[in-house]
């Protein structure tokens, strides 16, 4: 009996991390997106779309998403499919398939769903709209500026000023663990805290390897490196690795670019900020705004990505969490309902071939016109149109066309 109750159930809810969007809530999120595909357009980005599924080769060892989060299922051949976790390794597949060397740089943007089997607690989506860009073919410090700002553009498009991008380097930190000759599996295990933000490990572990004193304090102090162009001098001054050296160069040169975009009030940068070694080569970003618990905006360099479809080629990029933004504007300036008709139709039996005419010529104009299906009854109409938000009222009785106002008829 139990189990027949929660079958009729199922017929009325959705699964844990999968939502209806109500007429109210999906108009205001589309508004969101397409202000930003219309920011990436504008700085030469072309829309491009993955399936919703794809083999399960495409996500192995190729992306920063948990493999045990992935929807699988069976195809009718046996293949293993998997619904779509992230987009980005399925664009990579597509630049792999089709494209060559001499249309690099490319620039792709997207807004699509991806899908996650993540652990069930309250507020965690599983079904997720991500609007983001890919830079592919494309080094140096101007490719990570652009992908910055084309962030920064899209966020201020949709309405938030108060937010904040957190910028790091991956190689960084992995410099400073490879130049001071630490044994793998100890710098492995250091880049892990480091990741998890678990200091006092990264320290008991420092102490219990004889890492030398300069590591040691450079990882007991990395959480107070964060800043702006200030705190990274004061880095470059007492880092000396190439590679770690190189790394806060780029940071340096990133910050002088966005400078010039007139955006540098919105980045902060934080060499304790380290990224999955086998994905992320370059800088690695977060966006925070008020409010949110989660972060608005992820993304980095990810230069090895193409290499495993088989063409390997620099490549940078971002995703922006829809879901997330839409719940930060809702809470600062309340969420807006669909636009209402502007305009209803009402005919008699004699007046609907005008009263069509009439609709379809408006419709073309650009006017939100709905159709009455109450006669031309004018009180009738005239409740129908207030009850709705509609403000104007045209009336056929045969050829006869007549305009009201609702307001003026109340």
Wanted: glycine share 12%.
């Amino acid at each position: 009996m139990g189990l027949c109750v929660e079958m009729m159930d199922n017929w009325l809810r959705t699964p844990d991390g999968f939502k209806d969007y109500l007429a109210g809530e999906y108009y205001f999120k589309r508004q969101i997106e397409d202000r930003f595909e219309s920011v990436f357009h504008s700085y030469g980005y072309s829309s491009v779309g993955t399936p919703a599924l794809e083999y399960m080769e495409v996500f192995t060892d190729k992306g920063s998403v948990d493999p045990a989060q992935t929807y699988r299922l069976l195809d009718r051949d046996g293949n293993m499919l998997a619904l779509r976790t992230d987009v980005t390794p399925p664009i990579a597949r597509i630049v792999a398939m089709n494209y060559s060397d001499d249309e690099m740089p490319m620039r792709f943007c997207y807004v699509q769903d991806v899908y996650r089997c993540s652990p069930s607690y309250q507020g965690r989506q599983r079904e997720i709209t991500q609007a983001g860009i890919e830079l592919i073919g494309a080094s140096g410090d101007d490719a990570d500026a652009e992908t910055l700002a084309v962030a920064i553009d899209a966020l201020r498009s949709a309405g938030l000023d108060d937010f904040r991008i957190d910028v790091g380097q991956a190689r960084f930190l992995q410099g400073v663990l490879e130049e001071n000759g630490l044994a793998p599996q100890v710098g492995s295990a250091l880049h892990s805290c480091v990741i998890d933000r678990d200091f006092v490990a990264a320290e008991r572990i420092g102490r219990e390897n004889d890492v030398p004193g300069n590591v040691a304090r450079l990882l007991s102090d990395l959480p107070m490196f964060s800043g702006g162009a200030g705190m990274l001098e004061e880095a470059l001054s007492g880092t000396e690795g190439e590679k770690s050296r190189a790394a806060l160069l780029n940071l340096k040169n990133i910050h002088s670019a966005l400078v010039d975009y007139g955006f540098e009030k919105y980045v902060s940068f934080d060499l304790s900020m380290a990224g999955n070694m086998d994905y992320y080569t370059g800088i690695i970003f977060r966006g925070y705004t008020s409010g949110m618990g989660f972060s608005i905006l992820d993304g980095g360099r990810y230069d090895g990505l193409l290499g495993r479809f088989g063409l390997p080629r620099p490549s940078v990029g971002f995703i922006i969490k829809v879901h997330n933004v839409a719940g930060a504007l809702g809470k600062l300036n309340g969420q807006k309902n669909s636009p209402g008709a502007d305009l209803l139709v009402a005919w008699d039996d004699a007046g609907r071939a005008e009263a069509m005419a009439e609709a379809a010529r408006l419709r073309a104009s650009g006017h939100r016109v709905i159709s009455s299906f109450i006669g031309a009854d004018l009180g009738a109409n005239i409740e129908f149109a207030h009850g709705r938000g509609i403000r104007n009222i045209c009336c056929f009785e045969g050829a006869d066309k007549r305009m009201f106002r609702v307001e003026d008829e109340n």
